[in-house]
T-cell receptor, first 110, second 115 residues
Framework: GIQVEQSPPDLILQEGANSTLRCNFSDSVNNLQWFHQNPWGQLINLFYIPSGTKQNGRLSATTVATERYSLLYISSSQTTDSGVYFC????????????FGSGTRLSIRP | NAGVTQTPKFQVLKTGQSMTLQCAQDMNHNSMYWYRQDPGMGLRLIYYSASEGTTDKGEVPNGYNVSRLNKREFSLRLESAAPSQTSVYFCASCPDFWTMNTEAFFGQGTRLTVV
């Protein structure tokens, strides 16, 4: 099945810094989503982005489907950005299975 | 707008006991999913239902059964709970895997401890 790898696994930043999180996938995808899991365990939809670029406030994402990767950018980090960021994909050959990467744990220090 | 609702939110079981985790969505979605998340790890797919009347195994189906009761409800059953099934369980739904619009929405999770 499709493999999803996220990097870096852990990231510690000072408040105000910028960051880039990466998601690589091993096969062509129908869909790709970015989620933020907050410290209370809740999964929050950030972007639905099978291709192209989207922006929402301080967050933006780019997926280059032909090169099998997606990037999540966080600018001017705030402590509330802390948590785990997951990339999840649906592969062309995986029917409707949504497969998650192992996540990037982001810690923003005040 | 309840979205995806899971019950219960917390549960403690003894080894060998059985229980059913309930999930319901009110978004008229066709596809529903069950995941487990172990400490410090990502979500792993247990079972999914692409549409009402169908269910399929995911990455880690052993020890679980599912029922797609109707379009709204998808339950996960542990027949004989084991300590290795201690985890947080998430239910998710998405509109229709046949289209490009398959943005998935997740419930709040069920924290299960098997002692």
């Amino acid at each position: 099945g499709i493999q999803v790898e996220q990097s870096p696994p852990d990231l510690i930043l000072q408040e105000g810094a910028n960051s880039t999180l990466r998601c690589n996938f091993s096969d062509s995808v129908n869909n790709l989503q970015w989620f933020h899991q907050n410290p209370w365990g809740q999964l929050i939809n950030l972007f639905y982005i099978p291709s192209g670029t989207k922006q929402n406030g301080r967050l933006s994402a780019t997926t280059v489907a032909t090169e099998r990767y997606s990037l999540l950018y966080i600018s001017s980090s705030q402590t509330t950005d802390s948590g785990v960021y997951f990339c999840a994909v649906v592969g062309y050959s995986s029917a409707s299975k949504i497969i998650f990467g192992s996540g990037t744990r982001l810690s923003i220090r005040p | 707008n309840a979205g995806v609702t899971q019950t219960p939110k917390f549960q403690v079981l003894k080894t060998g006991q059985s229980m059913t985790l309930q999930c319901a969505q009110d978004m008229n979605h066709n596809s529903m999913y069950w995941y487990r998340q172990d400490p410090g790890m990502g979500l792993r797919l247990i079972y999914y239902s692409a549409s009402e009347g169908t269910t399929d195994k995911g990455e880690v189906p052993n020890g679980y059964n599912v029922s797609r009761l109707n379009k709204r409800e998808f339950s996960l059953r542990l027949e004989s709970a084991a300590p290795s099934q201690t985890s947080v369980y998430f239910c998710a739904s998405c509109p229709d895997f046949w289209t490009m619009n398959t943005e998935a929405f997740f419930g709040q999770g069920t924290r299960l401890t098997v002692v």
